[in-house]
């Protein structure tokens, strides 16, 4: 199975400032998915890394607020940008191996930010 | 729109007990439906992963079942261990549409010595 290793685990970030969050996987990946989990709430789905064209936003998540990369197959980067309290969560990055709803979704350890 | 459902939302229980978590989900056309782990603070560990043409999955003391028909998951947990201490968290991939989880809030569960 992939390995994702995600960086930095966690930070302290002042409001109105920018942070950007950088997920590797271990092999090529189809699918790579970014999501976030406010405190006592379940993961909800930020955007879809498309790689090589713009990501996927879901209702509610805009590239201005969220901007994602994804340039190869293996590597995507999340940016939380003009950061307030309400942006404190974990974040994560998850992938599929294969494209298909059949295969296994993996996750990397989180980055959980806390925004003052 | 689909919700993930999952009661309880927290359980204690004495080492060595069976148990079992449950997962309800409204929309019952999906393609899988996953269980993970998470410990406090971290990302999430794989458990299991059934298709929607399974019934059930087993790896180790874990054995999760499926019944697409009536929107439900278990899962059971053999012979609780401290080390099983943690969040458990299940999720749908809805049939059509992108390729998303739909996650349950979780059930936080505390195996106690």
């Known amino acids: 199975s992939a390995v994702i290793s995600q960086k930095p685990s966690r930070d302290i970030c002042q409001r109105g400032t920018s942070l950007t969050i950088q997920c590797q996987v271990d092999?090529?990946?189809?699918?790579m998915f970014w999501y976030r989990q406010q405190p006592g709430q379940s993961l909800t789905l930020i955007a879809t890394a498309n790689q090589g064209s713009e990501a996927t936003y879901e209702s509610g998540f805009v590239i201005d607020k969220f901007p994602i990369s994804r340039p190869n197959l293996t590597f995507s980067t999340l940016t939380v940008s003009n950061m307030s309290p309400e942006d404190s969560s974990i974040y994560l990055c998850?992938?599929?191996?294969?494209?298909?709803?059949?295969?296994?979704?993996?996750f990397g350890q989180g980055t959980r930010l806390t925004v003052v | 729109k689909q919700e993930v459902t999952q009661i309880p939302a927290a359980l204690s229980v004495p080492e060595g007990e069976n148990l079992v978590l449950n997962c309800s989900f409204t929309?019952?056309?999906?393609?899988?439906l996953q269980w993970f782990r998470q410990d406090p603070g971290k990302g999430l560990t794989s458990l299991l992963l059934?298709?929607?043409?399974?019934r059930e999955q087993t790896s180790g003391r874990l054995n999760a079942s499926l019944d697409k028909s009536s929107g439900r998951s278990t899962l059971y947990i053999a012979a609780s261990q401290p080390g099983d201490s943690a969040t458990y968290l299940c999720?749908?991939?809805?049939?059509?549409?992108?390729?998303?989880?739909?996650f349950g809030k979780g059930t936080k569960l505390t195996v106690n010595p």
């Open positions: 929309d019952s056309a999906i393609y899988n």
């Open positions: 999720a749908v991939i809805l049939q059509g549409g992108s390729e998303k989880l739909v």
């Open positions: 059934i298709q929607s043409s399974q």
């Open positions: 092999s090529q990946v189809t699918m």
């Open positions: 998850s992938a599929r191996e294969a494209s298909g709803r059949n295969t296994e979704a993996f």
